[in-house]
């Protein structure tokens, strides 16, 4: 009697977790795209809520491998010299979250921006067919690599190495497009690559650094696309051309800082759903962590250009340079309290050629404005 492949068991499980009994096309396509096939032997299984990642291979302990890319975690693939995550493969959960929302039919055409791994676009072509997909991926590397593991899946998705935040598929427009990696402008590009009455998602960021799953639907005219967040927040890695590295304070930061006692503490400024308000209200700011030796938050940092704010221990905030950001931090908090601390589906985003505007409720309540 034949044994059965050590990945059968832990695929299964997941499998059940993610669909249970159902019948889906999301369930078929994950049984055909089997995500193993999709990761190198040698990767990094990100655990949530751990700031440490942990080596996984698949020829020293194959068990552990298989179980780390059958969990529902995020398997990091590619790092930069600085040991920055820049490609992974994404937690199923989410994955087939977005396919979801994404919706697409049958005889419809997809655009992926983000091949990273391979996999979502495997799991499209699982379903639609190979030819009714094409991705685009920036890095040279990873565009070659995800291309030959489509190829030998069965799936041979046509892969463009290209920057996928212009127009780049001669076989625009598509029915529908997908982004596997944040944006916090959403490309004019991709409303022109997309149907009349098509559908955009992506992960969307505000400033703070704080994401949801944004889906957008082209007008009849096709000239401007709009819709609401969906209410799955959302932690992607954003666009390469879109990222940011948090700067160094000023070595004498303390002593040019103004110090006051702050009226609200990060419990409340950073949930998930205020720090998204917030980081629509406080443009252009960056926030980041120091942790203890216990990982607990020792100091919330905020910088925009050359203003800085930290937050000590919850108790002391220090300010400097021409913006007062802890104030506007809490000024907007102030905001999104009044207007009934709204989750991230009372928002929404209409994107035109020349702007992009995000709203609360209805297009016509403006919070902020991007130029395009």
């Not at 001669?170 to 944006?183: G, H, K, N, Q, W």
Request: proline share 6%.
């Amino acid at each position: 009697m034949t044994e059965p492949a050590p990945w059968l068991a832990a695929k299964q499980a997941l499998a059940d977790d993610l669909f249970g009994e159902q019948d889906s096309w999301p369930a078929r396509a994950f049984n055909r795209a089997s995500r193993h096939t999709f990761i190198p032997p040698r990767a990094l299984h990100a655990w949530p809520d751990r700031s440490t990642m942990d080596q996984i291979d698949l020829a020293a302990d194959p068990d552990g491998w298989y179980r780390a890319v059958y969990s529902d975690h995020v398997i990091v693939t590619q790092q930069d010299k600085t040991g920055r995550s820049t490609s992974s493969c994404s937690q199923p959960s989410m994955v087939f979250a977005m396919l979801t929302q994404l919706d697409p039919q049958p005889g419809e055409r997809v655009l992926e921006i983000g091949t990273g791994t391979g996999w979502n676009a495997g799991l499209l072509a699982a379903y639609l067919g190979a030819d009714q997909v094409v991705s685009v991926e920036v890095d040279v590397d990873l565009a070659e690599q995800a291309s030959g593991r489509l190829r030998a899946a069965g799936l041979p998705v046509r892969v463009i190495t290209g920057d996928g935040l212009s127009r780049v598929p001669d076989e625009a427009p598509f029915d529908r497009l997908i982004s596997t990696a944040t944006v916090h402008t959403v490309p004019y590009a991709w409303v022109q690559q997309t149907m009349r009455a098509g559908v955009i998602v992506t992960p969307w960021r505000s400033d703070l650094d704080s994401g949801a799953i944004l889906s957008l639907m082209v007008a009849g005219d096709g000239a401007s696309a709009s819709g609401n967040f969906t209410d799955i927040g959302s932690s992607f890695m954003s666009i390469r051309t879109q990222q940011f590295t948090a700067p160094d304070a000023p070595t004498n930061f303390t002593e040019l800082a103004t110090t006051s006692v702050p009226a609200i503490g990060p419990e409340d400024l950073f949930g998930e759903h205020a720090k998204f308000a917030i980081g629509l209200l406080v443009p252009g700011c960056l926030s980041w962590f120091d942790y203890n030796d216990e990982g607990l938050i020792d100091t919330v940092w905020l910088c925009a250009a050359d203003s800085w704010a930290a937050l000590h221990l919850a108790t002391t905030v220090h300010q400097y340079g021409p913006r007062r950001l802890w104030d506007e931090v809490e000024s907007a908090y102030h905001w999104w309290v009044e207007q009934d601390r709204p989750a991230y589906s009372r928002f929404g985003v209409t994107v035109t050629r020349r702007q992009q505007q995000v709203w609360l409720d209805t297009p016509d309540q403006i919070v902020t404005k991007t130029d395009a």
